[in-house]
């Protein structure tokens, strides 16, 4: 979809993006100041000697501020930025509408316990604020997050997609489409495939749907929680999410995996890439991971980042799971495995 934003709007969020830059920086220069610590295993004993060490730090204490103000105001920030020009985006979302992408409500739709009330990444009103799709899928992703993003941030869906090597699939699943990003990223790997996606928030897949409607697609988008679809047994022949599983707890996720089992057929592949969990860190990134999910509006990072995706991948029944990570920086962190064949 193609606008311009006001100048006021834009730079607010250039002066959100470059506030984050800087932020980098300062942590790289905190970082060479705690370089020599030998952290503990348990991650509260982590937390409590780095505040102890940093505390009377300037640059720590510089550094949080700057990261607490970008966590509360980049949400209205962006809203603010969309608002501005709202009145003539709205004659483009009627528009796109229309097409072969459709969204399917489910009457009397719950979404669950966990996922209700949280503004996950701080966004103000969480992904069931009205126009959140647009604004999160149009605005904070490419013109505030992808800025400061090592690896690139779009870039890295599609890199995750060639660990599937020359497989073809012709039913997928996405689990936690938001606004349909990774969608896009799917279509355009598997360009014969019928995608089908699932995502509580109706505000992100209105977006997933403009997507979708301006690539003359026809996704199968349907308000509903990854861990219980309301889709038939052995439905799909890939299931599969980006950057979901550390949105939700534990036993959400185990719940997600017994999911994926049911609805791919014999041979189907469950393909989940999320965030590097904590043992494949050295404490000190333990410790950054950890802090800066607490202040980050990620509420179950640490239960997620502590499981062994592959370990409960092959209790649950798959075969031949394993899991590992992306490049350098390790990121994502990837988990194959497949459903046996009948």
């Known amino acids: 979809m ?62 949080l501020a700057m990261g607490e103000w970008s966590a509360t105001t980049h949400g209205e920030i962006t809203f603010d930025a969309f608002k501005e020009i709202q009145p003539e985006l709205e004659p483009e979302f009627e528009r796109l509408r229309q097409g072969g992408t459709q969204i399917e409500t489910r009457p009397g739709y719950e979404p669950p316990d966990y996922w209700v009330g949280v503004d996950f990444h701080r966004t103000t009103g969480g992904w069931v604020r009205e126009h959140q799709g647009f604004v999160h899928g149009e605005l904070i992703h490419p013109k505030y997050v992808a800025k400061n993003f090592p690896g690139g941030i779009f870039k890295q869906r599609r890199d995750v997609l060639n660990e599937l090597g020359d497989r073809k699939f012709s039913n997928i699943l996405e689990m936690g489409t938001s606004s349909g990003h990774f969608t896009v990223a799917l279509a355009e790997a598997f360009p014969e495939a019928a995608i089908t996606g699932v995502e509580p928030g109706l505000p992100m897949l209105e977006q997933a749907q403009r997507f979708g409607n301006e690539r003359g697609a026809s996704w199968r988008l349907i308000q509903a929680s990854a861990e219980e679809t309301g889709l038939p047994d052995s439905s799909f022949d890939l299931v599969t999410s980006y950057i979901l599983l550390h949105e939700l707890p534990a036993r959400a996720t185990r719940a997600v995996f017994v999911e994926a089992f049911r609805l791919l057929e014999p041979g189907g592949v469950v393909f989940m890439s999320d965030v590097q969990p904590f043992r494949a860190m050295p404490r000190i990134a333990q410790w950054r991971a950890n802090a800066g999910a607490l202040r980050g509006g990620e509420p179950y990072w640490r239960e997620a980042a502590s499981l062994d995706l592959a370990a409960l991948a092959t209790e649950l029944g798959f075969e031949d799971a394993r899991s590992y990570g992306l490049g350098e920086r390790q990121y994502p962190w990837v988990t194959i495995a497949r459903k046996p064949a009948a």
Request: charged share 30%; no cysteine; net charge negative.
């Open 2 to 63: 193609e606008f311009e934003l006001r100048q006021r709007g834009r730079s607010a969020i250039d002066f959100a993006a470059d506030m984050g830059a800087m932020g980098m920086k300062l942590s790289a220069a905190v970082g060479a100041k705690i370089a020599d610590v030998e952290l503990p295993e348990d991650f509260d004993e982590q937390l409590e000697m780095m505040e102890q060490r940093l505390g009377d730090n300037p640059q720590q204490q510089f550094l």
